[in-house]
């Protein structure tokens, strides 16, 4: 269960594409790409921040922690521990990694949205012009 804007969301892990992969959902998509785009060094805070910096919808860090941990289970990503810091009282940081299968997973949905996107500029033209007779 997942609380987000002030509305629960019930997710049903046992959601599977035909192939046996999982299917993800928009948000899980944005994570799983911030992990791969800061390779290695994203943890929550900071992938809670990059999301925050580049979405229009405003997330909470524990929605991202949440997934995150979601992410592990379903190997998608790997979590690593950093040296211990004093500005964190001794503590590790917690980082995380894109695995091959979360590389996988997001380029079969990267191919889903080209091929659902597929004419959308057309579409988006024909749209202008009769808003604009």
Known sequence: MICFFGYTFVIDERIKDTQGG???????????????????????????????????KRITLGVVYDILERQCKKGLVKPHFGAPTPVRGGMKKKYYTITKRGIEELVKARKVYEKIMDGFDTLFQQHKKLKNM
């Open 22 to 56: 999982v299917m993800l959902t928009k948000f899980e998509e944005q994570i799983l790409m911030a992990v791969w785009k800061l390779d290695g060094k994203g943890y929550g805070v900071n992938i809670f921040q990059y999301l925050n910096e580049v979405n229009e």
